[in-house]
């Protein structure tokens, strides 16, 4: 090991990896920690928690190379070391920690929620709503965490920490010197329940361990992550009580919350309101992707005991006194294969689970009546939580504290050093064993006291009112401003269509048809909701009936032409491109990859425009709108940057469900607050206006990229025309159901963005419409709506960036196969004979838009590695940020002009890829043997939605690049309507 490199890139991966896991929010109390024990006591107690949750953790790897290879858990490595005793010690550790820290989670959410909308409503609703908006996530079976998301978390973490510190230092510069903490027993102490919660992530160390090759290697690695972090907590705990002393709280960001009368902190000083929302922002990230993560191994865990799901197998398991040891770490390293050099994120959510490597095994155990008792039993934990939550919102310290001294102490440092210690105790040196044995007692004495006097605190709370309990009796009080901690709670502020649409003889729906379905109806839901009720504005429910219903047609047959041509389709055609190219040449690849390029750069636009108003709107004091344009585009920069981004069903799934309930919320709101209307103004048709839904029912239905990907996937790929048609025929009825109630009671008078139309004016507080929305109501539309926006901007711009790097970098060449010479394919001759080809997979995985020029799908190491050496990582780095760069110009120029931009985009790319190529594509290729009404019908379509999304695009252009500066309030409308309310709740109620 002395000879070999002292850091290689796979270590680097694993340190990452646990850097993600275990710097999270035990950061906010590292500045408190040097107010209750001053900053010697402090540094002391730091350093011996780190040398106890190094050696731990170094201990945890050792002993796990001396096990044998059915120990994959930390649940197996407790009932080797100490049989069925050693498994429930691990077990129930690992739960409490598992359902209490997501208390934590809940808990702080809310105060930071509250703080942020202290208008909208209370701390205990704010924790209900989390709870809520986390619970569909949750109830994903088989939850996995992406390093993206993971790092996501961790950055967000970093930059409230650095945005706290730093709004702490500006607003006490120039301060005298900081006051000393009034030392006791108990006061010092409890220090060591923080640092606990800060540091433990201990149970990760089994996985990370066997997915590195060389296993003896994670010692080092676990030495060098925990040093780089413990120099990390104390820059942040020094720097804060270098301008604070033992005034600061035990949590950062309640320390810069200003009060809502006199707008200063509780150490005196205005904060920076924009700053404060950008730091609360950050960490309300962290929380939000945490908490699934760190709750599914208590699911897992549950399941097994309640509901006899994920039985071990009988092997020498069972037997804890049968393994073969190894004599030394290093034979296993050598001789077992289970070791894996292919490095993927370890989890949290993998903590427990017998099958990390097989998704379908996975799966299996939720399906059939499994899949009503895991629901229950998972809302019924997820409830329990938010009970325990409420209960303790008030003692958020308090409570992180108990779970760090209590459950992470136990599985994050003493069994570990327990397990080790009796494995090898014959070989351990006796100063090891001494060193060891001191850790494991202080360990145990402190986190019993801990314990003790945290629950006291939360079972038996004190009335201690305190402003500054750290300090001597002279700086405790006396104040004049409230503890931050009470302002978050008491703020005052074809061939036959038979064969197509599969036999008659086979179920009409299958399990697999449902999954495809869903993860197309993930791709489709969007911002192009947000249209909808303008679409019967511009053009009148009759028209927009029409309309729909046509753009309906027009979307499932060419996508169900995609799939058939799809089927004809040699193996090597894998791609949007592939399929182009093997159409029509150079000219159909180009095509592809040029109106792709377009939409995956263009719909991001949109977004920043989208994201940048909600921001706003959301904090209108904070920033400008171009501001938070660009501060957005900052947030996703680091998720850009990841270079084989995969996207999972969860985040797919939870930014389909925050457009869905964002839209249901706003309409919600318009029917509430327009009741008691009369009839609707219809609006004044002219061809511009009633022509203008095209763009927008372009972008709401333009999902055919995937289609190739989830064709690919499908075990029985001739069954997914009928995939489409239910899927889109489903999407259509949201759509109408939308557009129709929205339009029902406003009439011509929505606007083209159903979120602008329920914002209140700040002055007045009433919308354009005239009535006074519910602030909460519209406050979680928007963060709804801010939600699928944050998970898509990334993983749409990822084909662009893929693009991009092949023309631009030379990067991802395609193989010298068939490919290149777009006549030479093997023709199938009918769709049932490609069933013979090996490339299909029954195996479902989520398909995501950023996977559709990819030409290593299933293969992440072949992937990944064109994105190694010095010189590439920086070529594709730069031309990412450029291209963000680009991005975020374009939406600065286009943010007054967010409908006429999604129309454009809508029009133009989305049009061109998802309706006109798939038709054509397939008329190509399949010429001789189409109907002659089948043609009439697809020349029609192709023409129709050329000469529209011709005459749009232009429209649409002229009026972002040469606006006209018409203030009409209500374009859509007739002379009469166009800039009065047609009824006004609130003058007809006030009257």
Not at 497 to 525: H, I, Q, V
Request: hydrophobic residues 45%.
């Amino acid at each position: 090991m002395g000879k070999g490199p002292f850091f290689t890139a796979e270590d680097a991966k694993s340190a990452f990896n646990l850097f993600c896991c275990i710097y999270g929010v035990g950061t906010l109390g590292m500045p408190g920690n040097f107010s209750r024990a001053g900053p010697y006591l402090a540094v002391i107690a730091m350093a011996f928690m780190a040398f106890a949750n190094v050696y731990a953790s170094i201990t945890m790897s050792k002993v796990m190379l001396l096990a044998p290879k059915s120990v994959k858990t930390f649940g197996d490595l407790g009932e080797w070391c100490m049989g069925k005793t050693g498994r429930w010690l691990c077990v129930i550790s690992q739960m409490g920690s598992c359902l209490l820290i997501p208390c934590v989670f809940l808990v702080l959410g809310g105060s930071l929620l509250d703080g942020l909308f202290p208008k909208a409503f209370s701390q205990t609703t704010w924790i209900i709503l989390m709870a809520c908006m986390v619970l569909p996530v949750c109830l994903v079976p088989t939850l996995k965490e992406g390093a993206g998301a993971a790092f996501a978390g961790c950055l967000g973490t970093i930059i409230a920490d650095i945005l706290g510190v730093a709004v702490v230092m500006h607003g006490m510069s120039g301060h005298p010197s900081v006051p000393s903490p009034d030392l006791s027993f108990s006061q010092v102490a409890g220090c060591f329940g923080n640092l606990s919660l800060a540091y433990g992530a201990g149970i990760v160390i089994p996985d990370i361990q066997r997915q590195h090759s060389d296993p003896k290697r994670m010692p080092r690695v676990v030495g060098v992550t925990v040093g780089v972090i413990s120099i990390l907590f104390l820059v942040l705990a020094s720097t804060a009580y270098s301008a604070v002393g033992c005034q600061i709280s035990g949590n950062l960001l309640f320390t810069i919350y200003p009060h809502s009368e006199t707008g200063l902190t509780n150490l005196g000083f205005a904060p920076n309101w924009g700053t404060i929302v950008l730091a609360y922002l950050f960490m309300q990230l962290h929380i939000t992707i945490a908490f699934a993560v760190l709750i599914n191994p208590a699911f897992y865990i549950a399941e097994r005991v309640f509901l006899g799901m994920h039985q071990q197998v009988e092997e020498d398991l069972e037997n804890a006194n049968s393994y073969l040891q190894s004599s030394t770490p290093a034979d296993l390293a050598v001789k077992e294969s289970v070791r894996s050099s292919k490095m993927s994120y370890v989890s949290v959510a993998d903590g427990e689970n017998m099958h990390k490597d097989n998704l379908e095994e996975e799966a299996a155990e939720y399906r059939g009546v499994n899949a009503i008792k895991y629901v229950v039993m998972r809302i019924a934990i997820v409830i329990v939580l938010v009970i325990i939550s409420i209960v303790l919102k008030d003692d958020f310290t308090s409570l992180a504290d108990f779970v760090g001294a209590s459950c992470i102490t136990v599985n994050c440092i003493l069994l570990p050093i327990v397990f080790y210690l009796k494995k090898s105790w014959g070989t351990v040196k006796m100063w090891e064993k001494v060193a060891g044995s001191i850790v494991v007692v202080i360990c145990f004495v402190l986190g019993c006291y801990v314990t003790y006097t945290t629950g006291k605190e939360l079972f038996a709370p004190s009335d201690d009112e305190v402003e500054f309990p750290y300090c001597a009796p002279e700086r405790t009080g006396g104040s004049i401003r409230l503890n931050a901690r009470k302002d978050l709670k008491n703020p005052s502020i074809s061939w036959d269509s038979r064969r197509f649409l599969g036999p008659s003889k086979m179920p009409f729906f299958t399990l697999e048809d449902a999954k495809t379905s869903f993860n197309l109806f993930c791709c489709m839901y969007g911002i192009g909701t947000l249209g909808m009720p303008g679409n019967f504005s511009r053009a009148g429910p009759a028209i927009a009936v029409i309309a729909m219903l046509f753009m309906a047609f027009a979307n499932i047959y060419a996508s169900v032409k995609m799939s058939q041509v799809m089927l004809l389709a040699p193996k090597s055609v894998k791609t949007f491109g592939d399929l182009g190219e093997w159409s029509m040449g150079k000219w159909g690849r180009w095509l592809s990859v040029v109106s792709q390029m377009g939409s995956c750069l263009l719909i991001p636009c949109v977004f920043l425009v989208l994201g940048g108003s909600l921001l706003d709107g959301l904090f209108s004091e904070a920033f400008s709108q171009t501001t938070w344009i660009i501060l957005m585009a900052l947030m996703v920069l680091p998720v850009c940057l990841i270079p084989t981004l995969k996207e999972g069903a969860g985040a797919a799934f939870a930014g389909c469900m925050g457009t869905i309930i964002a839209d249901v919320i706003g309409v919600a709101v318009v029917m509430h607050g327009m009741r008691g209307h009369p009839t609707v103004p219809s609006p004044d048709l002219k061809f511009s206006q009633v022509v203008g839904c095209f763009g927008n029912l372009a972008l709401a239905y333009g999902a055919g990229i995937v289609i190739p990907d989830l064709q690919r996937q499908h075990s029985d790929p001739t069954r997914m025309p009928r995939v489409v048609l239910v899927t889109v025929t489903f999407i259509s009825c949201l759509f109408l159901t939308l557009a129709s109630t929205a339009y029902s009671a406003v009439g011509c008078q929505i606007s083209g963005n159903l979120l602008y139309t329920i914002y209140p004016d700040s002055e007045t507080g009433m919308t354009t419409l005239g009535f006074k929305p519910s602030w909460g109501a519209v406050v979680l539309a928007y963060l709804f709506m801010q939600l699928h926006i944050t998970i898509a901007f990334s993983v749409i711009v990822n084909p662009a960036f893929f693009i991009a790097e092949r023309l631009a970098l030379g990067m991802h060449k395609k193989q010298a196969t068939d490919i290149e010479a777009g006549l030479n394919y093997t023709e199938s001759l009918t769709p049932a004979e490609v069933q013979s080809e090996p490339r299909r997979s029954s195996k479902m995985s989520y398909v995501s838009v950023a996977d559709s020029e990819r030409e290593f799908k299933d293969d992440a190491e072949a992937e990944a590695a064109e994105y190694r050496g010095g010189s590439n990582t920086v070529k594709y780095v730069v031309l990412r940020v450029v291209i963000v760069i680009i991005l975020v110009v374009l939406a600065v120029i286009f943010q007054d002009h967010f409908s006429d931009f999604a129309d454009f985009v809508g029009a133009s790319c989305i049009t061109t890829n998802c309706i006109l190529l798939p038709i054509i594509y397939y008329l190509i290729k399949a010429w001789t043997r189409v109907p002659m009404y089948e043609k009439v019908a697809a020349t029609i379509v192709v023409v129709i939605c050329f000469i529209l999304g011709c005459y749009v695009t232009y429209t649409t252009g002229k009026a972002l690049f040469a606006p006209t500066d018409d203030d009409t309030e209500f374009p859509y409308c007739d002379s009469k309507y166009e800039n009065q309310v047609y009824y006004n709740y609130t003058a007809e109620h006030e009257s």
